[in-house]
């Protein structure tokens, strides 16, 4: 494959990122120019172009300072999930036992086990793409990556011994999936979004599974959209959790953090 070297030039590339509609099209190019070189450049650039998550194309995200592998058809981990990270890891006790469901590529759970080597972190996803990146991810930082629908590929020992259950389970409702952006639409999985009419169905299996998984003291962190979030916590009191909405407008975060009533 012959490439012409005028366009791949950093000005040119920037120029036809923004002309393909990316909001940042010079830290993409940027981004993009220090991976690839000649054809693998050039076809970088066109896959971008026709909406390709850039994440996918390069490989990894970038996730509380940590580089999170994530490959195509896997859920790309968002900024705004920082703030799920910081209220889980509020939560966590010395030596503590953290369980990440629906865990994508494991962003959250590798960003635990990388920041806190006395914490016992497993991660689990129904997807079998999803959980090759998240071995790929928590593993080297000492957690553990299990398959399965819920909790139910996590060793059974686990029941009743969890400090902390966190997800960013799919909470898009069913009928805004048409209206997302074309990155996600089309390149994340639909199982990866889809959280039924109103967006809680998902979160409501988390919050069932964490009744099962949580110690008596636990804590159960779920993200949510602003508008969704009192949904969220109605469907966690219904499960006997204290629940309480937390936001942070920097990242454009909403958590809904559930504590049992009964400690
Ligand atoms: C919104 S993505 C979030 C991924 C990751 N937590 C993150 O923030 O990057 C939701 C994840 O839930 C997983 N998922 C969907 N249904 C599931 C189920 N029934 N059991 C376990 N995981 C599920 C999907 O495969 C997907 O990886």
Do not use: K
């Not at 026709?50 to 490989?59: D, S």
């Not at 998902?202 to 009744?211: E, F, H, S």
């Not at 962190?221 to 969704?228: F, G």
């Amino acid at each position: 494959m012959s490439v012409d070297p005028d366009w791949l030039d950093r000005d040119a590339v920037t120029d036809r990122l923004r002309t393909a509609g990316c909001v940042f099209a010079e830290e993409e190019a940027d981004l993009l120019l220090a991976q690839f070189t000649g054809p693998e450049l050039e076809l970088a650039v066109l896959d971008r172009m026709a909406g390709e998550p850039l994440e996918h194309i390069l490989g990894w995200a970038e996730f509380a300072g940590l580089r999170i592998a994530v490959g195509p058809g896997v859920f790309v981990p968002r900024r705004r999930s920082v703030l799920l990270l910081e209220q889980a890891l509020a939560h966590l006790p010395r030596h503590g036992v953290l369980v990440e469901l629906c865990c994508g590529a494991g962003a959250l759970a590798a960003a635990v086990a990388g920041g806190r080597a006395d914490a016992t972190v497993h991660a689990s996803d129904i997807d079998e793409r999803a959980v090759a990146c998240a071995r790929e991810n928590l593993e080297p930082r000492g957690g553990q990556v299990h398959q399965g629908d819920m909790e139910s590929g996590l060793p059974t020992a686990l029941a009743g011994r969890v400090d902390v259950v966190v997800a960013n389970a799919p909470y898009v409702p069913s009928g805004q999936i048409d209206l997302m952006p074309v990155d996600a639409r089309d390149h994340e999985p639909l199982i990866a979004l889809d959280g039924g009419p109103d967006g809680t169905r998902m979160q409501d299996r988390v919050v069932a599974a964490a009744t099962r998984l949580l110690a008596p003291a636990g804590v159960v962190v779920v993200e949510a959209s602003r508008t969704q979030a009192e949904a969220t916590a109605a469907r966690m009191l219904w499960r006997g959790f204290a629940a309480e909405i937390v936001t942070d407008d920097e990242v454009s975060g909403t958590c809904v953090v559930g504590r049992r009533s009964v400690r």
